[in-house]
């Protein structure tokens, strides 16, 4: 499969606890993206990388949230202190630089107790 | 900021019929993309379509076509002959020429398929 992937798909967690999801983008794919989608809502940009540089942090949600792409090739969304509002699909997306269509991952499912 | 309207929260169409998704926007920029995008349950987006702001000619995917009207900031998806494949949820999407930024996506349309 040379999709984009996402690790783990589901993750049940109780408040306060610290979550860390993982995002392969397609091998060639130099621009990765993270957004938040809630139920009932459209996705929502958090935050995205061009290699291993992040680009545009300022849409990250809260300082709990935090990303890397430390290689340039995966990428880590982690949310530290989870609280109920958190409850939400995390989906990552990849693209190249100059191309327009975005590839989107199947998300994790986070559901904070 | 821009932003993005989709007012139909749910439409429904007979199979092999034409159905119509309407979605407007809001920015300030001369030139951007547009998008509509695909979410079928439990499954991930996929691209349907998409539209360069700077030109004039609506673009078309098989059975997918969109009207474009840049002066009314309107961007509606046509789905012609109808599929029970096609039953998903529908979101616009934009992204401005400037700013290689995420996508500003609306709230969306389900999309149900009468057999």
């Known amino acids: 499969d040379t999709g984009v992937s996402q690790d783990p798909r589901h993750k049940i967690t109780k408040r306060g606890q610290n979550v860390t999801f993982r995002c392969d983008p397609i091998?060639?794919?130099?621009?990765l993206y993270w957004y938040r989608q809630t139920l009932g809502q459209g996705p929502e940009f958090l935050t995205y990388f061009q290699n291993e540089a992040q680009l545009e942090k300022s849409r990250l949600l809260s300082d709990r949230f935090s990303a890397e792409r430390p290689k340039g090739s995966f990428s880590t969304l982690e949310i530290q202190r989870t609280e109920q509002g958190d409850s939400a699909m995390y989906l990552c997306?990849?693209?190249?630089?100059?191309?327009?269509?975005?590839?989107f991952g199947p998300g994790t499912r986070l559901t904070v107790l | 900021a821009q932003t993005v309207t989709q007012s139909q929260p749910e439409m429904s169409v007979q199979e092999a019929e034409t159905v119509t998704l309407s979605c407007t926007y809001d920015?300030?920029?001369?030139?951007?993309?547009l998008f509509w995008y695909k979410q079928p349950p439990s499954r991930q987006m996929i691209l349907v379509i998409r539209?360069?702001?700077?030109?004039?000619q609506n673009a078309t995917e098989n059975r997918f076509s969109v009207n474009f009207q840049k002066a009314a900031k309107s961007f509606s998806l046509k789905i012609s002959d109808s599929q029970l494949g096609d039953a998903a949820m529908y979101f616009c999407?934009?992204?401005?020429?400037?700013?290689?930024?995420?996508?500003?996506f609306g709230k969306g349309t389900h999309l149900i398929i009468q057999p």
């Open positions: 999407a934009y992204r401005s020429s400037f700013t290689p930024d995420g996508l500003t």
């Open positions: 997306a990849s693209t190249l630089a100059g191309h327009n269509e975005q590839f």
């Open positions: 920015t300030s920029e001369s030139d951007y993309y």
């Open positions: 539209q360069e702001a700077y030109k004039q």
């Open positions: 091998s060639e794919h130099n621009r």
